[in-house]
């Protein structure tokens, strides 16, 4: 989803937009505000965009509180280390850039009173030796400024590199935020723009689409029992299942504790009760044995909810659906499929909350 493949050029000119950012918002350059305007500066996630936008244009503007919840919400992840570093080096880059454009900064304004004097002193003299030596003066302090520039130039293609490197170590920190340790499927963070993205691609091409939530029967037997090593292995095996047992762009996301989302692209909703109860087949035809004791854990079953997209669907009512769903499928006696199907404006004009 997110692509950090820019070249050294590409890379200092999202560092100068971000230095004139920082600095038309009077805004320290701290690691959050940084890292914020960097996001924003690329324009490829539009939710974390407008939550900036609109704390920019508020009455209080960006706030150092804002940002962090900005931050907290859309960038943060279980890698606070390896974020920590990539922020405090990023920091470092960006005050020595700093005072190296300041410093260059006095070496020009030194330069124009050199140029400046020699034009008076030039009008003044009536000498080839004092044309001599004031030129001599002038390609000194021309080469001044030319070392200056070059060392300016350097530090910034060697900032450049530092920052393709340290955008490496975010898209790595980024898929660690989006992605479940356990069981390596993505994790719920990106659920609600995923589906949002389908909705879209459906007002657009009337393509639909269907959303299962599926949730392990009785885990928390399986925890008290044969403890939270065992518990994680099951966990693991059904997204294992799940995985294998998927096509195309199907993808399946580890949405929290024991449930599992599952999003079928281009699925009606007879198709999702199918593929649902395929799914629940594959489960519940295995029998566990754990490799290290041999003991056999015996079968395993799932519930699972289906819903489809409908025409007013918003990824609040479409997840709201299946889990409705699911928890009818709980409530029937589990290991079962249940759906709830769209419906039409002639079947019910009543609205649920």
Not at 171 to 193: K, Q
Not at 259 to 268: K, S, V, Y
């Amino acid at each position: 989803m997110f692509d950090y493949t820019h070249d050294h050029a590409q890379s200092q000119e999202i560092l100068r937009l971000i230095l004139v950012e920082l600095n038309s918002l009077n805004l320290p350059p701290n690691p959050i505000f940084f890292t914020l305007l960097y996001e924003r500066a690329l324009k490829r996630d539009a939710s974390l965009n407008k939550d900036l936008d609109d704390a920019i244009n508020s009455p209080d503007g960006l706030t150092s509180d804002r940002a962090q919840e900005i931050f907290d919400t859309h960038l943060l992840n279980g890698a606070i280390k390896e974020m920590s570093k990539a922020q405090n080096t990023l920091l470092r880059i960006i005050r020595n850039v700093m005072m190296q454009m300041l410093s260059t900064g006095n070496e020009f304004s030194n330069y124009a009173v050199s140029l400046g004097d020699f034009a008076r002193k030039i009008d003044r003299s009536d000498s080839v030796q004092d044309l001599r030596m004031l030129t001599a003066e002038l390609i000194e302090d021309s080469r001044t400024v030319e070392r200056s520039s070059q060392e300016t130039s350097d530090r910034l293609t060697n900032a450049g590199d530092q920052i393709t490197k340290l955008k490496e170590e975010l898209e790595a920190a980024r898929r660690d935020a989006r992605t479940d340790p356990l069981t390596g499927l993505p994790n719920r963070r990106g659920l609600n723009d995923l589906i949002q993205q389908k909705i879209n691609e459906f007002i657009q091409t009337k393509t639909e689409f269907c959303l299962i939530l599926a949730d392990i029967d009785h885990f928390k037997r399986i925890n008290d029992s044969y403890g939270h090593l065992v518990g994680d292995k099951i966990l693991r095996f059904v997204a294992r299942t799940l995985m294998s047992n998927i096509k195309g762009q199907d993808t399946v996301i580890r949405f929290g504790g024991e449930e599992f989302a599952i999003l079928l692209p281009d699925t009606r909703y007879e198709g999702g009760l199918i593929v649902a109860q395929h799914l629940r087949q594959k489960i519940s035809a295995a029998r566990l044995r754990l490799a290290e004791s041999g003991r056999n854990l015996g079968g395993l079953t799932i519930s699972l909810g289906v819903a489809c997209v409908g025409i007013n669907d918003s990824p609040d009512t479409l997840l709201r659906r299946s889990d409705d769903a699911l928890l009818m499928a709980k409530s029937e006696g589990r290991d079962r499929v249940m759906g709830i199907p769209v419906k039409t404006s002639s079947d019910d004009s009543t609205e649920i909350l």
